[in-house]
């Protein structure tokens, strides 16, 4: 069984502040997935990484696939109120031919204006 | 946009009731998904579908059962409810070419069972 361990489970900051989640395995995945999800909705796709090494930026959210493709991070850069929510990293197991997806269990984040 | 939409946003139903859950989406997708959120456990996969009347187990299937008749279509059936199914239920959907594909989802459906 493939498990994504994520932290910190919770996190709570003042705008403007930076932060930076992680999601680890000893597992290897072929991509990772990245989700927001807001109080009352379903979660929604931020970025999918696929390369081991890769980095990818969206406004002032950075994502890196470890060059094992084990782990990978979020950095969020001078965050706003609109930031806050869950972020769940997803992983697709390697092999490709699987439908499931691994979830780690999730960050919480609270930005403070 | 991909669309999927959750029949009830909330429901109450009592234990030992039949509950059904129904999903739809509108891209033609051949996978379909159900999951549960609990606070500190993250999304557990139930069941899911990868084609008409094709169904998987997940990884908490105990209790609950699926009906894909249509491609449009998932539903998750509580068969006889009990208080530790009381969820925020997802369901998901992405197209064909493996877990690479990203998942859209619904809006939830929270679940009480008293």
């Known amino acids: 069984t493939q498990l994504l361990e994520q932290s910190p489970q919770f996190l709570s900051i003042q705008e403007g502040e930076n932060l930076t989640v992680y999601c680890n395995s000893s597992s290897v995945f072929s991509s990772l997935q990245w989700y927001r999800q807001e109080p009352g909705e379903g979660p929604v796709l931020l970025v999918t990484?696929?390369?081991?090494?890769e980095v990818k930026k969206l406004k002032r959210l950075t994502f890196q696939f470890g060059d094992a493709r084990k782990d990978s991070s979020l950095h969020i850069t001078a965050a706003q109120p609109g930031d806050t929510g869950l972020y769940l990293c997803a992983g697709a197991a390697s092999g490709g031919s699987n439908y499931k997806l691994t979830f780690g269990k999730g960050t919480l984040l609270t930005v403070n204006p | 946009d991909v669309k999927v939409t959750q029949s009830s946003r909330y429901l109450v139903k009592r234990t030992g009731e039949k509950v059904f859950l129904e999903c739809v989406q509108d891209?033609?997708?051949?996978?379909m998904f159900w999951y549960r959120q609990d606070p500190g456990l993250g999304l557990r996969l139930i069941y899911f579908?990868?084609?008409?009347?094709?169904?998987e187990k997940g990884d908490i299937p105990e209790g609950y059962s699926v009906s894909r008749e249509k491609k449009e279509r998932f539903s998750l059936i509580l068969e006889s409810a009990s208080t530790n199914q009381t969820s925020m239920y997802l369901c998901?959907?992405?197209?064909?070419?493996?877990?690479?594909?990203?998942?859209?989802f619904g809006d939830g459906t929270r679940l009480s069972i008293l």
């Open positions: 891209m033609d997708h051949e996978n």
């Open positions: 998901a959907s992405t197209m064909a070419g493996g877990s690479n594909q990203p998942q859209h």
């Open positions: 990484v696929v390369t081991g090494g």
């Open positions: 579908s990868y084609d008409v009347k094709m169904k």
